[in-house]
């Protein structure tokens, strides 16, 4: 019997495994190889680009778990990052205290504010959660302003690059790994607690809250836990930013961040990882891709070039309506139909 | 042994009285089923009990405690797990979250091991697996575990749902016509695993049904409802014969389903 016992366990275990197949092992240590491979042979343009996506994806894959995971809309998540990054910036900027610390201090600041913020998801829900986050969004706005003594305003603040020992990650070289690194382990913790008991009570709080509450969830406690862990990766990701770009004001954290976030959950897909990692490199890439074209187009209307910034709102827009019409399941689905088609490939047509 | 008692419980919504004063008790381990014609008052007194209704007089005890007005999760806490007249199922998730989110009170790791998984996170998580996977067995949707809920027929996720509210591993469990829509062997297995749950995992059963045939065979004692009145209760032959049920039936002009 007790050996029996053993045997079930070491399958459950392998059956719960975060990679299943041999198949799906392998392609992610070669992702992971890509990685770290990468820098070494690409131009600063294109590490500029990695960092700012791997820094986009943390703060993205917690705007997930509370929203797609958990069914709680945020329209604060902008503002959420720009805590982290004035709060940990202040750490290291006046006090010298270490990056690591600050950072960390930055994630848990931000998360005390988050939940603050998801209070009112007690009672209220979708539309009307919504515009309660906005007035979050608003307010946090208002005092990166006009709190001067710390964020400096809008002339902004601040702050040199992290440093370990002696190393400096002073450039985008050095950062990548920074920020990269972060983002593994970021995307894989959230992995882990979507699969166990945290990530299921989010989901069935979104499925089902009335089951939910049933089955024995605090549906308030868990709905302010997820406003707390999203908040987390916020401040992580808003103090990563923050010592990349070095310079910090208030228009980083607008209303329009919230939204370009909110974009990216839609577009890879609410309530998947992967799906965020898609939509994140998707709304990243977009306004450089704009950018080439309206650089080639305005050669003949130049007067696009002073248009850019309403052309690339716009096609935000637009690539939201598109995804939520053709593919409601975003990035992630698309991905699932490819993988599909391509296991049963030369057998599938 | 008592286990559940309720006392002179009234609930209204605006003008309509849903529940007049009932009192009754469930003795340990028996099946006993609330019968009465539609809009008696069966699902909300459940309601009552596992406290998503709110009475506005009376008292519910449960465990020498009194738990009127307690919130829903905590009652579940306590021991007293159910099923939903109309499906209440997590429809995105798949037949195992679903019954891995019953386990949830019994997990106990907090975030940061969630976060690391290996050691206290994955083993509390294969200890109840282990649990929910007897549960599977035992209502036999095996072959449909890893589906998404959603996706399945109506009789299979009914399985499901009582599937999840075992997980819970309640001392009392409130089913809400768990045999509505089915057919005839649908409803043959369901019943099986009533009392396959009531003899086998010890559990205390208040079911709500109308097939009266299904009733009279398995419940130990029945109540019977009308107007969110008590008419009646006692054993399967005590209702069958009681002048009262009867015409609450037929002056109901209800199902006509009394056997
Ligand atoms: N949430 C609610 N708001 C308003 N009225 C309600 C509510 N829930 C139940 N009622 C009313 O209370 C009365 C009893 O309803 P209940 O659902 O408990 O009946 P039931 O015996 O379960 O009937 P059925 O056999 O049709 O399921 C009905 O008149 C119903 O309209
Ligand atoms: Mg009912």
């Given at each position: 019997m007790a050996i029996k016992c053993g045997i079930f366990k070491t399958s459950y275990r392998s059956d719960m495994?975060?990679?299943?197949t041999k198949n799906s092992r392998f392609w992610m240590a070669l992702f992971f190889i890509g990685l770290i491979v990468f820098p070494f042979f690409v131009s600063k343009y294109f590490l500029y680009m990695a960092n700012i996506i791997a820094i986009g994806v943390i703060a993205a894959v917690g705007l997930n778990i509370l929203?797609?995971?958990?069914g709680q809309i945020s329209l604060g998540h902008g503002a959420f990052i720009g805590v982290g990054a004035y709060f940990a910036g202040y750490l290291t900027s006046q006090?010298?205290?270490?990056?690591i610390p600050a950072f960390i201090a930055g994630g848990l600041v931000t998360a005390v504010v988050g939940m603050f913020f998801g209070l009112p998801s007690l009672r209220l829900k979708g539309f009307y959660l919504a515009i309660a986050t906005m007035a979050a969004q608003f307010i946090l706005a208002f005092v990166f302003i006009h709190l001067r003594s710390v964020t400096?305003?809008?002339?902004g603040m601040i702050v040199s690059p992290p440093e370990i020992a002696g190393f400096s990650f002073d450039s985008d070289f050095r950062y990548y790994f920074l920020s990269i690194g972060t983002a593994i382990v970021m995307t894989l913790a959230a992995k882990n607690l979507i699969r166990g008991k945290f990530g299921r009570a989010f989901m069935a709080i979104r499925d089902n809250y009335i089951a939910a509450k049933t089955m024995g969830v605090n549906i308030f406690l868990y709905k302010i836990i997820a406003f707390g862990i999203s908040s987390f990766y916020a401040g992580i990701a808003g103090a990563l930013w923050a010592h990349y770009i070095q310079i910090i004001t208030p228009?980083?954290?607008?209303f329009s961040v919230s939204i370009e976030y909110l974009a990216i959950i839609i577009i890879g897909g609410l309530g998947s990882l992967l799906g965020t990692v898609f939509g994140t490199i998707f709304i990243m890439v977009l306004p450089e891709f704009l950018r080439f074209i309206n650089g080639i187009v305005s050669l003949h209307y130049p007067m696009l070039v002073n248009m850019f910034d309403a052309i690339r709102e716009g096609s935000f827009g637009l690539a939201i309506i598109g995804f939520l019409i053709?593919?409601?399941?975003?990035l992630a689905a698309r991905w699932k139909t490819i993988k599909n088609y391509w296991k049963l490939w030369p057998y599938s047509y | 042994m008592i286990k559940l008692e309720v006392h002179d419980l009234f609930l209204s919504f605006g003008g309509i009285?849903?529940?007049?004063d009932i009192s009754f008790s469930v003795n340990n381990k028996e099946i006993f089923s609330i019968i009465g014609p539609n809009g008696a008052g069966k699902s909300s007194l459940l309601n009552c009990i596992n406290g998503l209704y709110h009475p506005q007089k009376g008292k519910i005890i449960f465990k020498q405690t009194?738990?009127?007005?307690?919130?829903a999760d905590k009652i579940a806490k306590l021991g007293i797990g159910r099923t939903f007249q109309n499906l209440e199922l997590f429809?995105?998730?798949?037949v195992l979250d679903n019954l891995m989110l019953g386990r949830h009170n019994h997990l106990k790791y907090g975030i940061m091991p969630s976060i690391v998984w290996i050691g206290r996170a994955s083993k509390e998580e294969i200890t109840s697996r282990v649990k929910v996977e007897k549960i599977i067995d035992l209502l036999e949707i095996q072959s449909v575990?890893?589906?998404?809920?959603?996706?399945?027929p109506y009789g299979l996720q009914k399985r499901v749902e009582l599937g999840r509210a075992l997980a819970v591993d309640p001392e009392i469990m409130l089913l809400d016509e768990?045999?509505?829509?089915?057919?005839e062997e649908e409803r043959e297995d369901m019943a099986r695993f009533i009392l396959d749950i009531n003899e086998e995992m010890d559990k205390t059963i208040i079911l709500i049904e109308h097939d009266m045939s299904v009733v009279m065979d398995i419940s130990d004692r029945i109540m019977a409802l009308d107007f969110g009145e008590k008419i009646a209760d006692g054993t399967p032959e005590q209702i069958q014969n009681n002048s009262d049920v009867l015409n609450a039936y037929i002056g109901g002009k209800e199902k006509g389903q009394v056997a």
């Open positions: 495994a975060m990679w299943q929203t797609g995971f958990a006090f010298n205290i270490n990056f400096g305003g809008s002339q228009e980083h954290f607008t053709f593919e409601p399941d975003g | 009285e849903a529940l007049k009194d738990i009127t007005n307690w919130p429809k995105g998730m798949s575990r890893k589906k998404t809920v959603g996706t399945l768990p045999m509505a829509g089915m057919n």
